[in-house]
């Protein structure tokens, strides 16, 4: 994650995503057909409003609502030769900031 709030995730969380990071490690590396998600800081919002991005891209946004997620997940679900072995950022448009907004 780029920039402040790069730093801000890094030093807020940035030891208990490890396990997550090897994780992703390991699956990208099976040979499955896979899709990891990579989403913000999650929130409840009532609303489905999202944008991508893809591995290697800078990511954007600090957050995403858990409806968002849900419904990306429904459309990988749903087709599911979309995003076979990609590996998407999933946030709302517009959050960009040096930390989520309810923080």
Same mark, same amino acid.
């Given at each position: 994650m780029p920039g402040k709030f790069g730093e801000w995730n890094q030093a807020t969380i940035g030891e208990?995503?490890?396990p997550y990071r090897r994780a992703?490690? *390991?699956i990208e590396g099976s040979g499955l057909d896979d899709t990891i998600l990579r989403p913000a800081w999650l929130t409840d919002e009532d609303e489905v409003h999202y944008e991508i991005?893809?591995?290697g891209q800078p990511f954007k946004g600090t957050v995403v609502s858990r409806k968002s997620v849900a419904d990306l997940i429904t459309?990988? +679900?749903?087709r599911p030769d979309r995003y076979v072995g990609?590996?998407?950022? +999933?946030?709302k448009p517009g959050s960009?900031?040096?930390?989520?907004? *309810?923080?």
């Open positions: 208990d995503l490890k992703a490690d *390991f991005t893809a591995k459309r990988i +679900v749903t990609e590996s998407l950022g +999933v946030n960009d900031g040096d930390k989520p907004s *309810f923080m």
